[in-house]
């Protein structure tokens, strides 16, 4: 059974960071290109960042490039997303996916739970 768990959300001032980690239960997590995605209360998803079944290739939104970074580690089932320079515009649940592409998002993705980032002095 695939699992992703999501943690390291929280509370964070305006200009601030934070890291959050995906745990994935999968035997096949080196074979899928992984992202995270997130969802703003009254908004759409919005699919932020992807990162290639090697690590190699990385694909980034407009509102997040430059202050985001996503990594993977394959040997620990991890994929992690680094964030800085917070606004408040980036409140929002979390997700981490299993893609089954790195570009195009897919009705067969795979979600966590999510996990909830809220920017605010």
């Known amino acids: 059974q695939v699992q992703l768990v999501e943690s390291g959300g929280g509370l964070v001032e305006p200009g601030g960071s934070l890291r959050l980690t995906c745990v994935v239960t999968?035997?096949?997590?080196?074979?899928?290109?992984m992202g995270w995605s997130r969802q703003a209360p009254g908004k759409e998803r919005e699919s932020l960042a992807s990162?290639?079944?090697?690590?190699?290739?990385?694909n980034y939104a407009d509102s997040v490039r430059g202050r985001f970074t996503i990594s993977r580690d394959n040997a620990k089932n991890t994929v992690d997303l680094y964030m800085s320079s917070l606004k408040p515009e980036d409140t929002a649940v979390y997700y981490c996916?299993?893609?089954?592409?790195?570009?195009?998002?897919?009705?067969?993705?795979?979600w966590g739970q999510g996990t909830q980032v809220t920017v605010s002095s």
């Open positions: 999968d035997q096949m997590f080196s074979a899928y290109a």
């Open positions: 996916v299993r893609r089954n592409s790195l570009t195009v998002p897919s009705d067969n993705d795979y």
């Open positions: 990162i290639s079944q090697n690590g190699l290739r990385t």
